[in-house]
């Protein structure tokens, strides 16, 4: 396992990521934002139904088209020179700066230092009979999970097949699909800790949550 809190420190030192906001379209661009530094917004609501900050528009076909925030962070620069100007798709319009926040350090941390068990191909995954009841009942730290043990079901096409684990022993830590959703071949499935490192990964987590500062 890797050393979780030279991974923490790693993160503290550069806590943020650079997001780049391309034109999904092409289309005559007119930015709405101050410049750099202006602070923007993420949809809100309880089913994210209120739109982001809106960060420009690009008008196609006399229809003006709204490019709104889909993350929390601040505008770290803006391709001022193309206000105005008719843009191609895919065209860099503005860099937004994005801080993390205690949930995505976690995250983070996790991904790196936990076993990930990826999807073999892109399709709606289950969990086996068994192993879902337990989860529903008691959540999924209760499985214990072994090398070959039947875990999940694939289900693609209308037809459905049997998916073994294949990795470490351990205790199954988190879950990252849904069952009504494709994953895509490659993403995880789950996490998987080996057991006598349970603690030490809870305190990690506790750790991020109680000292961890976010941006307003």
């Known amino acids: 396992m890797q050393d ?6 790693e993160i503290k030192a550069s806590p943020y990521e650079e997001v780049a906001i391309l ?3 092409a289309g005559k661009v007119q930015f709405k934002v101050a410049g750099e530094g202006t602070k923007v917004y993420a949809p809100s609501g309880t089913w994210r139904e209120k739109p982001g900050t809106l960060l420009a528009s690009l008008e196609r076909e006399r229809n003006p088209r709204p490019i709104t925030c889909t993350r929390k962070g601040e505008v770290q620069s803006v391709n001022t020179q193309l206000d105005g100007t008719f843009v191609e798709a895919g065209t860099p319009l503005m860099v ?3 801080f993390f926040t205690k949930e995505e350090v976690t995250q983070a941390i996790l ?3 936990l076993f990930l ?13 068994e192993v879902d009841k337990k ?3 008691s959540g999924c730290q209760s499985i214990k999970v072994k090398d070959g043990m039947d875990l999940f079901i694939v289900s693609r096409m209308k037809r459905e097949k049997p998916l073994a684990y294949n990795g470490p022993d351990g205790i199954l830590y988190a879950v990252y699909f849904s069952y009504d959703q494709n994953v895509d071949a490659g993403q995880p499935l789950v996490s998987v800790c080996p057991e ?7 305190d990690v987590v506790n750790r991020v949550q109680s000292d961890w500062e976010e941006r307003e």
């Open 4 to 9: 979780v809190k030279a991974i923490l420190e």
């Open 23 to 25: 034109a999904p379209h």
């Open 96 to 98: 937004l700066r994005h």
């Open 111 to 113: 991904k790196k230092v």
């Open 117 to 129: 068990f990826p999807a073999p191909e892109r399709a709606k995954y289950l969990f086996a009979p």
């Open 135 to 137: 989860v529903k009942v």
């Open 196 to 202: 006598n490192q349970m603690d030490m990964i809870r």
